[in-house]
């Protein structure tokens, strides 16, 4: 019978407003240097909306080291565009690769590629309709327009952004900045993505289908999504997001990106990489009911944290710390803790829980990563990071969380998401010994 | 059937709600605002949602959870799903 294969985490490469690359990104949490600043989107001199999130700080593309041609192409693509949250999956590819020390330069390099985001290049496709919408129409009545030629005009300015919208084109794009030909992935399940991605690298290392993969997810807070979320209720109004506080009144986003290198025990061990810990697996449900409410009083995310408990054969009693979506939402956060709870039993004192997004915003699609790449430094640095802005827990969660940073020895940690659409997610890491 | 449901729907989304929200039928004024004047929260109103779901065999949609802040518009909601089925 073949040997069980051992995954193993050997780069990260965050970028969010605490810090850029993994250095400055740790030392970012631990003196809880949040940048939270003020968006305005102004169309026509007009504010049309502002909102406040986590900014990332000083970012340039061209700082990274990427090679400029490629860089070039894409922006050629893109018509002169530069995308953002397309820049921060390569630039956070990158620095994930330069932690893992893997040489990509060669055509041969045997790396997949795995890409996680909600929403890529959704607002710069939703600005360039309404613009050319605008112009068509100001001034004249619809009949003055054929539909004919208000089709063709629209398909005309917006195949290739329309196309774009679509995310085989940005995967093709960041795999060519990297020499990456093995088999390669976009993967879009909301904000719960970071942990289907990790999965599915997980699933091409055992299938030998490449031989490291680049998992990188992303996302951008425009003005297309604030509006959603706003009108849903659901964003906080002073910009502060407070997990399972009785204070909470919604989330906040965050600006960034993480890239993360998977490959298997055998392989790290023997080129002498430093491993941050083994994936021992994860588990997942698709509750189905709604795309924006979770259905309170099912069982949907308990079995996703018990399937990963199976499938990372370990027993809860031996989770060190849970890191939990905690998006500071009523029913988001009760939905939660019911769930956490009900598996670890009411104000636990292990695993400890404690909630990351205040300080690097809620990064949507690239959140579960992002989150998971602070929950690897903790475990490495045997630190558990406090959760923000909890003074206030309400007790009708039963949940404790960390209020200062405590050292403690850990060994198991364990990321889990409850995302639009229903997508529950769970994952468990182990520190490997050597 | 739909027409035997709608005959009794008020009573029977009063009790309903009572019976989820732990309050008395009696307070269910058809204007009593959940939250205001109910003390029912959004967790209440989804789990309102999904019992509402589970007894008629309607779909409410996401947009209207929200809209869901007192007895009249809950019976409404929910008049209105079984006239389209």
């Given at each position: 019978?073949?040997?069980?294969?051992?995954i193993?985490?050997?780069?990260?490469?965050?970028?969010?407003?605490v810090?850029?690359g993994?250095?400055?990104?740790?030392?970012?949490?631990?003196?809880?240097?949040?940048?939270?600043?003020?968006?305005?989107?102004?169309l026509?001199?007009?504010?049309?909306?502002k909102?406040?999130?986590?900014k990332?700080?000083?970012f340039?593309?061209?700082?990274?080291?990427?090679?400029?041609q490629?860089l070039d192409?894409i922006r050629?693509?893109?018509?002169?565009?530069?995308?953002?949250?397309?820049?921060?999956?390569?630039a956070?590819v990158?620095?994930?690769?330069?932690d893992?020390?893997l040489n990509?330069?060669?055509d041969?390099n045997?790396?997949?590629?795995?890409?996680?985001h909600?929403?890529?290049?959704?607002?710069?496709?939703g600005?360039?309709?309404?613009?050319l919408?605008y112009?068509?129409l100001?001034?004249?009545q619809?009949?003055?327009?054929?539909?004919?030629?208000?089709f063709?005009?629209?398909y005309?300015?917006?195949?290739k952004?329309?196309y774009d919208?679509?995310?085989f084109a940005?995967?093709?794009?960041v795999?060519?900045?990297?020499?990456?030909?093995?088999?390669?992935l976009f993967?879009?399940n909301?904000?719960?993505?970071?942990?289907?991605?990790?999965e599915a690298a997980?699933?091409?290392?055992?299938n030998?289908?490449?031989k490291?993969?680049?998992?990188?997810?992303?996302?951008?807070?425009?003005?297309?999504k604030?509006?959603w979320f706003?009108?849903?209720g659901?964003?906080?109004?002073?910009g502060?997001?407070?997990?399972?506080?009785?204070?909470?009144?919604g989330l906040?986003?965050?600006?960034?990106?993480?890239?993360?290198v998977?490959?298997?025990l055998?392989s790290?061990?023997k080129r002498g990489?430093d491993?941050?810990?083994?994936?021992?697996?994860?588990?997942?449900?698709?509750?189905g009911?709604?795309i924006?409410?979770?259905?309170i009083g099912?069982?949907?995310y308990?079995?996703?944290i018990?399937?990963?408990?199976?499938?990372?054969?370990?027993?809860?009693?031996k989770?060190?710390?849970?890191?939990?979506?905690?998006?500071?939402?009523?029913?988001?956060?009760?939905?939660?803790a019911?769930?956490?709870?009900?598996?670890?039993?009411?104000?636990p004192?292990k695993?400890?829980?404690?909630?990351?997004?205040?300080y690097?915003?809620?990064n949507l699609?690239?959140?579960a990563l992002l989150?998971?790449?602070i929950?690897?430094?903790a475990l490495?640095?045997?630190?558990?990071?406090?959760?923000?802005?909890c003074?206030?827990?309400d007790?009708r969660f039963?949940?404790?969380?960390?209020?200062?940073?405590?050292?403690r020895?850990l060994k198991?940690?364990?990321?889990t998401?409850c995302a639009f659409?229903?997508?529950?997610a769970?994952?468990?890491?182990?520190?490997?010994e050597? | 059937m739909p027409?035997d449901?709608l005959?009794n729907?008020?009573q029977?989304?009063k009790?309903?709600?009572?019976?989820?929200?732990?309050?008395?039928?009696?307070?269910?004024k058809p204007d009593?605002?959940?939250?205001?004047d109910l003390g029912i929260?959004?967790i209440?109103?989804?789990e309102?949602t999904?019992?509402?779901?589970?007894k008629y065999?309607i779909?409410v949609?996401?947009?209207?959870?929200?809209?869901?802040?007192?007895?009249?518009k809950?019976i409404?909601v929910?008049?209105?799903?079984?006239?389209?089925k």
């Open positions: 019978m073949a040997k069980k294969q051992k193993v985490i050997t780069g990260i490469g965050p970028i969010a407003s810090g850029i993994k250095d400055e990104f740790w030392k970012g949490i631990l003196d809880k240097n949040v940048n939270i600043e003020e968006e305005n989107c102004i026509d001199g007009e504010v049309w909306e909102f406040r999130f986590h990332v700080k000083n340039d593309i061209s700082r990274f080291g990427i090679d400029k490629k192409d050629d693509w893109k018509e002169g565009e530069e995308i953002i949250d397309l820049n921060y999956l390569i956070a990158k620095l994930a690769l330069d893992s020390r990509y330069e060669s041969d045997g790396i997949g590629l795995v890409l996680a909600e929403n890529l290049g959704l607002m710069p496709f600005f360039k309709v309404s613009n919408a112009e068509m100001i001034g004249r619809k009949s003055d327009i054929p539909k004919k030629v208000f063709e005009g629209l005309r300015k917006f195949l952004s329309g919208v679509q995310t940005d995967l093709f794009h795999a060519r900045v990297f020499n990456v030909h093995n088999y390669s993967i879009n909301a904000c719960a993505s970071g942990l289907y991605a990790l997980g699933q091409i290392l055992k030998n289908q490449a490291a993969v680049v998992v990188c997810a992303s996302d951008y807070p425009d003005i297309y604030y509006v706003k009108e849903l659901i964003y906080a109004h002073d502060i997001i407070r997990p399972f506080s009785r204070d909470s009144n906040v986003f965050g600006d960034g990106g993480v890239g993360v998977m490959e298997t055998e790290a061990q990489a491993i941050y810990a083994e994936y021992l697996g994860a588990g997942f449900n698709l509750e009911w709604k924006t409410v979770p259905q099912s069982n949907s308990q079995e996703a018990e399937q990963a408990l199976l499938q990372s054969n370990i027993d809860k009693k989770i060190d710390v849970v890191c939990p979506h905690g998006i500071g939402s009523g029913p988001i956060d009760y939905y939660e019911k769930a956490i709870t009900d598996i670890f039993g009411p104000n004192k695993p400890l829980i404690s909630a990351f997004k205040p690097v915003g809620h699609g690239g959140s989150e998971t790449a929950l690897l430094l490495k640095n045997n630190i558990v990071p406090a959760t923000l802005n003074k206030n827990i007790p039963n949940v404790n969380l960390v209020k200062k940073n405590k050292n020895k198991t940690v364990m990321k998401c659409a229903g997508f529950n769970a994952a468990v890491f182990k520190k490997v050597i | 027409e449901l005959a729907l008020e029977d989304m009790e309903l709600i009572a019976k989820v929200s732990g309050r008395d039928v009696e307070e269910l009593a605002h959940f939250w205001e929260d959004s209440k109103a989804i309102i999904v019992a509402i779901e589970k065999k779909r949609k996401d947009e209207q959870i929200p809209e869901i802040t007192t007895v009249a809950a409404e929910v008049r209105e799903a079984l006239q389209n």
